[in-house]
């Protein structure tokens, strides 16, 4: 590490937000598997980009299919994928994006990280409040079914913890609120001035 430096760039996220016409976000889901963080980062992306944002989704279904493809599902595996979820947010971030992250991210640490690493006024942590029998209840990928039967182990909510956020931005309860509801409450937080 003593042998590198950061490099300057003339450009700034300034720079790339004013070109945008909006400051970038990062709208950190956090909840159970079967939650619903995919489905509303999907219908939160469509209301966006409907708006005229510039908006990217990092799911972590698709990621564990290629850049953490590497990383099995233990505790340490899970803490070195929302390391590299956050280094990877943080610089779509930076090119003035809304990033919208659906990962389970079962620890408050490394939230807490994500936060740091992101900067808070940028960083959006919403807690999609998904009772588990409601999650297994949806389990439309059989992974409770799997984890019950004991084919499939460390599945949070099962046999590994969830650290559920004590003072998230905002909190979606799947169950009482519609995905329009909830994409207007995000849109809402969205546009709060930082701070």
């Known amino acids: 590490m003593?042998?590198?430096?950061?490099?300057?760039?003339?450009?700034?996220?300034?720079?790339?937000?004013?070109?945008?016409?909006?400051?970038?976000?990062?709208?950190?889901?956090?909840?159970?598997?079967?939650?619903?963080?995919?489905?509303?980062?999907?219908?939160l992306?469509?209301?966006l980009f409907a708006r005229g944002k510039r908006t990217y989704v990092l799911d972590?279904?698709?990621?564990?299919?290629?850049?953490?493809?590497?990383?099995?599902f233990t505790d340490e595996g899970r803490v070195e994928n929302i390391r590299r979820?956050?280094?990877?947010?943080?610089?779509?971030?930076?090119?003035?994006?809304?990033?919208?992250?659906?990962?389970?991210?079962?620890?408050?640490?490394?939230?807490?990280l994500a936060r740091e690493l992101i900067g808070p006024p940028k960083f959006l942590e919403v807690f999609v409040d998904t009772p588990l029998a409601e999650c297994e209840a949806r389990d439309s990928k059989g992974?409770?079914?799997?984890?019950?039967?004991?084919?499939?182990?460390?599945?949070?909510?099962?046999?590994?913890?969830?650290e559920a956020p004590t003072k998230p931005d905002l909190v979606i309860d799947s169950g009482a609120c519609s995905i329009d509801q909830s994409v207007q409450a995000l849109c809402l937080l969205i546009d709060r001035p930082p701070g």
């Not at 280094?87 to 809304?98: C, N, P, R, S, Y």
């Not at 499939?152 to 046999?159: A, N, S, V, W």
């Open 143 to 162: 992974l409770y079914r799997k984890a019950r039967t004991g084919e499939l182990r460390h599945m949070t909510g099962i046999d590994s913890p969830y």
């Open 60 to 72: 972590g279904d698709n990621l564990r299919q290629g850049l953490n493809k590497d990383l099995p």
């Open 85 to 112: 979820v956050a280094e990877v947010a943080k610089l779509m971030l930076d090119a003035g994006v809304i990033v919208m992250t659906a990962f389970i991210s079962p620890f408050k640490a490394d939230r807490d």
């Open 45 to 47: 992306e469509v209301e």
């Open 2 to 43: 003593r042998n590198l430096h950061k490099q300057e760039f003339l450009i700034t996220r300034a720079d790339r937000e004013r070109l945008g016409g909006h400051p970038g976000r990062v709208v950190w889901f956090t909840g159970l598997s079967g939650a619903g963080k995919s489905t509303l980062a999907n219908a």
